[in-house]
Nanobody, 122 residues
C-alpha cells in the first residue's frame, strides 16, 4: 500500500556533497516523523537524522554541521543534504517514515525504503 523510494546515492570524493531524496507514495493518510538511517558493512544500522511533521530535527553527533535533513510535506518527500563527506560515511542509506494509511488511519506504522548506496572514496 505504501512505498518509499530513495534516490541520489553514488560515488563521491572525500569532501564532496550528495543530496538524497526519499518519496513516499501510496494510500497515505498522514506522515509523522521521517528519517534517514545508514548501515555500513559489518556494522549495525544507525540513525543519521530525523525530522518531525512540524519540522523539528535531530541528528547523530557525527553528522551535526555536515548533514541537513528537510522535508516537503506536499510531496511526501524527505531530503538529506550531505556535505564534507568522509570515507567513514560510506554505507547504504535507508529512508524511514511513520505513516498512517487511508485504510488504517488509527495506526501509525514504520515503513522503510530499499536503500541507496553512498560511497566516499578517492
Amino acid at each position: 500500500q505504501v512505498q518509499l523510494v530513495e534516490s541520489g546515492g553514488g560515488l563521491v570524493q572525500p569532501g564532496g556533497s550528495l543530496r538524497l531524496s526519499c518519496a513516499a507514495s501510496g494510500r497515505i493518510f498522514s506522515i509523522n516523523a521521517m528519517g534517514w538511517y545508514r548501515q555500513a558493512p559489518g556494522k549495525q544500522r544507525e540513525l543519521v537524522a530525523a525530522i518531525t511533521g512540524g519540522g523539528s530535527t535531530n541528528y547523530a553527533d557525527s553528522m551535526k554541521g555536515r548533514f541537513t535533513i528537510s522535508r516537503d510535506n506536499a510531496k511526501n518527500t524527505v531530503y538529506l543534504q550531505m556535505n564534507s563527506l568522509k570515507p567513514e560515511d560510506t554505507a547504504v542509506y535507508y529512508c524511514n517514515a511513520a505513516i498512517r494509511t487511508i485504510s488504517n488511519w488509527r495506526l501509525s506504522a514504520d515503513y522503510w525504503g530499499q536503500g541507496t548506496q553512498v560511497t566516499v572514496s578517492s
